[in-house]
């Protein structure tokens, strides 16, 4: 009895069609398994996240953080956990597929080549924050000490030694962002005025020289918005001597590409509300709290 030449190719081409069949198929379960642990790594993340912003709040709950720091520091946290969200729910998709055709393997290599690439790139921004929530990001500067008395610009002699006042923060900044070269970063100071609750008396220069400032057309300004103007005024001094200090400076590094002064003056705001014994003229209420932060484009 002779057999056909087709007979006999037959179970070879079923044995060829089924090993390269099964071959996906395994390559698909260690796929998977490897989306799985990504995955877990990206839910880590996103619970760490929810961590540091939880202690972003309570920094600025404590005056440790400026507003506008902690509303970008907010932001960046929001989208790096929608982002995180979005890739696990595509991936849970592939991953609860029971057989993988030949288009959903080609999706599953994607989405493990785009969740390898993504993973690291999260992971450098969950450390590039916690890094930054966890550094000292505020200078007290005493007002007493660079300001004389009914004044709003600082003491030349002051002026000249203001190093020694700037330092810790220049040091703070530098050490940041030389550490994180592949940022492109953006930098952000700011000078928070504040003021004691005694009044500026009536038609003094500095009480002339801060209702201009005002310009309230036909009212008289009561002590809280004298106290403010004078605690803006201050802020402004200490932001424009920073400015000048870091220019001659010149050292915080390649990597930051735009810089941001701002300035607020509080009035006669409390600063910290860990005090709670501030007297009306206390000293600690007149300071000027230099903020910095970082931020990638």
Same mark, same amino acid.
């Given at each position: ?6 007979? &006999?190719?037959?179970?070879? $081409?079923?044995? #060829? ?10 390559? !698909? ?5 490897? $989306?799985?642990?990504?995955?877990? %790594?990206?839910?880590r993340?996103?619970?760490?996240l929810?961590?540091?912003?939880? @202690? ?11 507003d506008?720091?902690?509303?970008? +520091? %907010? @932001?960046?946290? /929001?989208?790096?956990t ?7 729910? %595509? ?6 597929n029971?057989?993988? =055709? ?17 993973? @690291? ?22 007002q007493?000490? &660079? ?21 810790? !923060? ?12 592949d ?9 928070? /005025? *504040?003021?004691d ?6 038609g003094?220069?500095? *009480? @002339?020289? $801060? ?5 309230? #057309?036909?009212?008289?300004?009561? #002590?809280?918005? &004298?106290?403010?103007?004078l ?7 200490? +932001?424009?001597?920073?400015?000048? *200090?870091?220019?001659d ?14 300035? =607020?003056?509080? /009035?006669?705001? &409390?600063?910290s509300?860990?005090?709670?014994? *501030?007297?009306?003229s ?16």
């Amino acid at each position: 009895m002779r057999l056909s030449t087709t007979t &006999l190719l037959l179970p070879a $081409l079923f044995l #060829s069609v089924s090993f390269f069949s099964c071959v996906p198929q395994q390559k !698909a379960v260690s796929h998977k398994q490897q $989306l799985a642990v990504l995955d877990s %790594q990206l839910s880590r993340h996103s619970k760490k996240l929810k961590e540091l912003d939880a @202690k972003r709040q309570n920094k600025q709950e404590q005056n440790e953080i400026d507003d506008t720091a902690s509303s970008r +520091i %907010q @932001k960046y946290i /929001g989208v790096t956990t929608a982002e995180i969200d979005k890739l696990i729910a %595509q991936n849970s998709i592939l991953i609860g597929n029971m057989v993988v =055709e030949k288009d959903d393997w080609n999706k599953l290599k994607k989405a493990l080549t785009l969740s390898q690439k993504t993973s @690291k790139m999260i992971n450098d921004k969950v450390n590039f924050i916690n890094d930054l929530i966890n550094r000292n990001m505020v200078v007290k500067l005493e007002q007493d000490v &660079l300001f004389e008395p009914g004044k709003y610009t600082v003491a030349p002699a002051v002026a000249d030694a203001i190093g020694k006042f700037f330092e810790p !923060a220049a040091r703070e900044i530098d050490q940041f962002t030389q550490k994180y070269p592949d940022f492109p970063l953006s930098l952000v100071i700011t000078a928070k /005025g *504040y003021a004691d609750g005694t009044s500026i008396v009536e038609g003094t220069p500095l *009480y @002339k020289a $801060l209702l201009e400032g005002i310009k309230l #057309s036909g009212t008289t300004p009561d #002590s809280k918005e &004298l106290n403010k103007e004078l605690s803006r005024k201050r802020a402004s001094s200490v +932001i424009e001597l920073f400015q000048k *200090y870091t220019k001659d400076r010149s050292t915080m590094g390649g990597s930051v590409k735009n810089v941001m002064f701002l300035t =607020e003056g509080k /009035g006669d705001a &409390l600063p910290s509300i860990k005090i709670t014994d *501030y007297s009306l003229s206390d000293p600690r209420r007149r300071i000027v709290l230099l903020f910095w932060s970082v931020f990638p484009d």
